[in-house]
Structure formats: structure tokens, C-alpha cells
């Protein structure tokens, strides 16, 4: 829900207001490939913690 009342719009990534904000260090070398790449960095690595803990919740 927003501030305002509204409901928030629905998307898969990105950072929203009221929620957690991180920060992560990634090794230069690897940065400079994903950009490279055109790899959006946050993206990836929010997809790689969510399939780090479903693999954690299906190992046990």
C-alpha cells in the first residue's frame, strides 16, 4: 500500500518505498562483465538470492 492510500503497482524488481535497502559488493571484474553485457546488476542479483534460497528450501 502507498502512502497516499493507492495500492502499489505490482513489479517483480526494483526498490519501493518501506522496503529493506542493501547494498552488496561485487568483485570489480565481475561488475565490468555485467555491464558489459548489458546485465542489469541489481536484477541479477536479487534473481540469484531468490534462486539461492529456493534451492536452500527444496534441499532441506
Same mark, same amino acid.
Given at each position: 500500500?502507498? *502512502?497516499? @492510500? &493507492?495500492?502499489?503497482?505490482? #513489479?517483480?524488481? &526494483?526498490? %519501493? #518505498? &518501506?522496503?529493506?535497502?542493501? *547494498? ?5 571484474? !565481475?561488475?565490468?562483465?555485467? #555491464? #558489459?553485457? &548489458? !546485465?542489469?546488476? *541489481? ?5 540469484? %538470492? ?6 536452500? !528450501?527444496?534441499? @532441506?
Amino acid at each position: 500500500m502507498r *502512502s497516499d @492510500g &493507492g495500492a502499489a503497482e505490482a #513489479r517483480p524488481w &526494483g526498490y %519501493f #518505498r &518501506g522496503e529493506p535497502k542493501n *547494498s552488496i559488493y561485487v568483485a570489480d571484474a !565481475l561488475y565490468d562483465d555485467l #555491464r #558489459r553485457h &548489458g !546485465l542489469p546488476v *541489481s536484477q541479477r542479483a536479487q534473481r540469484a %538470492f531468490v534462486d539461492a534460497l529456493a534451492a536452500e !528450501l527444496t534441499a @532441506g
